[in-house]
């Protein structure tokens, strides 16, 4: 069955829920409806026997069915949320000549929950706390209480219903009478978010912290080097889906990237939390769904880095923020070598052969390249957990996170089932062309697979393995196998592949080797230590031939191939695995059969 997350996740694709608004993109429109929502709906939320769950869908349906105020100066953002909340509480006299006022409150959220909470609190002030007055008299921290959503809520959700009705407090006092006791008394919680670091080179870094040991790490030895950081937590798809039920493993991530901040000096750092969901389902999850039904093997990774962390995101800057922020920086394990301001940008494999991640950077251009720092990547892993502790890092003991960018907890073959399902098909012997097994979806086989394949095959062929993937033909809907992958027939398969979309670095490809036609060069097939030999043979300047000097484990059509210079850590560009390997196999797969067809029936004709 699948889970109430990934459920969720599915009806807004569908369009049966609204997806989530980045508020780099906010709809031009009122938060407030014309007419406000039935008391009897708020009393509903009144009811002390209530569910959890009950709660929970009722915030959504609040959420849906207020719209998003324009983003303005005036309006304040909420700190300590873990979504991006945005609101201005004015108040106005009701008629001309009228001497009594109400309170209007707008605002603006990245997440569903975090508008039903907005939306909630506005209904309640209206029936029950018209006047200034009544608002200021407010306890911010039984808010929730007052609500009966408490149980229903995380503890940073809580936090966050807590904070908004103190902004709005603020605000009031603010425009009134009061306001220089305000600014005075103003609570730490939103002092927390303001900057006011001296810099030693004048040099403003956006810094992308996650809440990891890696970019805390990045964080500290960009103060100790000067720099004036602001940091960055992005929100990516699929997490607000998940924080919605209550269970957020984000949350966590903005907690501590909260304590990181606020210890590294008084003021402390300040923290801003970006919404990309939007741009994550249009950039990567969109293209990763459209690859893996046509049975390629995407890396969402690579596209992360290119599309959204270091694409939109730094757009956002260069548009919105533009001329706030020299360098971005985060706590990737690779190098970057500079000649010159002006001249090309090298990036150099990190020292740390594991945890080396230039492999999921080489889609990167010259462009985004000069706006990158990497902090740690001229460390070993050991090495900055040595700096953690020696900076006592509030997350210093935390161990390393796991799994594709957008997907945090959720495993990715539950991932395809959600949105790509089932269809069943055959897996074929590619040498016999017997039907050995039943697959649930090309989607969920990898060409040098073994593992898993197994629960697939028939029990009588089992025996006969070990079983590798060794092909697929999607449009057919047969995953093909064998048991004689390290035989001598394979060879030519696991080790010459045609090579797509390639991407140069530099911008242009390197000079061939010794004046030849072919570049020799050391490859990445996958992320992880292992380097390979090979030579590249341009068609063009994004289209080639390799052939490997040892043959690979799974040469697999949508992969990435990443290219090196020849006994050196610069990293070239990589491309990706053409279809074309595929079809010289299967072609020669049924040639094969005819063969063994044709001689069969000569045998039966001589007897």
């Known amino acids: 069955m699948l889970s109430c997350a990934v459920l969720f996740s599915i009806l807004i694709i569908c369009g049966l829920l609204p997806t989530i608004e980045s508020f780099l993109l906010p709809n031009k429109v009122s938060l407030r409806p014309e007419q406000p929502l039935p008391r009897s709906l708020l009393l509903a939320f009144q009811q002390d026997d209530e569910s959890t769950e009950a709660i ?198 903005v907690h501590i990237c909260e304590q990181v901040c606020q210890q590294q000096q008084q003021p402390a750092v300040p923290l801003e939390i970006i919404s990309l969901q939007e741009q994550y389902h249009e950039r990567v999850m969109q293209h990763t769904l459209q690859e893996a039904s046509q049975g390629r093997t995407p890396n969402p990774d690579i596209l992360c880095n290119s599309r959204v962390k270091f694409g939109c995101f730094l757009e956002y800057l260069d548009s919105d923020r533009k001329g706030e922020f020299d360098f971005i920086a985060s706590g990737h394990y690779a190098q970057l070598q500079r000649s010159s301001e002006e001249g090309p940008v090298r990036l150099v494999r990190a020292p740390d052969p594991i945890k080396d991640q230039s492999y999921f950077l080489c889609a990167l251009q010259q462009h985004q390249l000069k706006k990158l720092l990497f902090p740690i990547g001229h460390l070993e892993k050991y090495q900055v957990r040595e700096l953690a502790d020696e900076f006592q890092l509030p997350n210093r003991n935390r161990p390393d996170s796991q799994g594709l960018c957008f997907l945090g907890k959720v495993k990715f073959s539950d991932f395809l089932n959600s949105h790509l399902g089932v269809k069943q098909g055959d ?41 590798y993937v060794v092909a697929k033909d999607t449009k057919k809907n047969i995953v093909f196998a064998s048991n004689q992958y390290d035989e001598e027939v394979f060879t030519k398969a696991r080790s010459e592949f045609h090579v797509e979309n390639i991407q140069w670095i530099a911008g242009h490809p390197p000079a061939p080797s010794f004046d030849s036609k072919y570049h020799q060069l050391d490859m990445k097939i996958r992320h992880g230590p292992r380097l390979v030999t090979g030579n590249l043979e341009l068609r063009s300047d994004d289209d080639g031939i390799i052939q490997l000097v040892e043959k690979d484990g799974g040469l697999a059509p949508g992969q990435y191939v990443v290219f090196y210079d020849s006994g050196d850590a610069n990293c070239l560009g990589g491309g990706i695995i053409s279809e074309r390997h595929w079809a010289k196999f299967l072609l020669d797969a049924e040639e094969r059969q005819l063969v063994e067809e044709s001689t069969t029936t000569s045998k039966l004709a001589s007897s």
């Not at 902004?167 to 009061?178: D, P």
């Not at 979806?441 to 393995?465: A, D, M």
Request: with cysteine.
């Open 427 to 467: 897996i074929v012997d590619a040498f016999t062309g017997d039907i050995i097994g039943q697959h649930q979806g090309v989607w969920y086989h990898t060409v040098g697979q073994r593992k898993g394949i197994g629960n697939s095959l028939f029990p009588v062929v089992t025996s006969r393995g070990p079983w």
């Open 56 to 253: 929970q869908r009722r915030l959504v349906e609040y959420g849906m069915a207020w719209k998003q105020a324009t983003i303005t100066p005036e309006m304040t953002k909420v700190p300590g949320c873990v979504s991006t909340v945005y609101i201005l509480a004015k108040e106005e006299e009701e008629e001309e000549e009228s001497n009594k006022k109400t309170i209007h409150i707008t605002g603006n959220s990245d997440a569903i929950v975090s508008r039903g909470l907005l939306s909630l609190l506005n209904e309640y002030l209206v029936h029950n706390a018209s006047s200034k007055e009544e608002i200021l008299a407010l306890d911010p921290k039984t808010i929730a209480d007052q609500l009966n959503v408490r149980k229903a809520l995380t503890t940073g959700r809580n936090d966050g219903l807590s904070n908004m009705l103190q902004v709005i407090q603020q605000q009031l006092r603010w425009r009134g009478e009061e306001e220089e006791e305000a600014i005075r008394n103003n609570d730490e919680t939103t002092t927390a978010f303001k900057s006011s670091i001296s810099s030693k080179n004048n040099k403003r870094v956006a810094l992308l912290l996650s809440g990891g040991v890696d970019s805390s790490v990045a964080l500290r030895l960009l103060l100790n080097d000067g720099y004036d950081v602001t940091a960055f937590y992005l929100k990516i798809w699929l997490e607000d889906e998940l924080a919605h039920l209550g269970e957020c493993p984000w949350e966590d991530d």
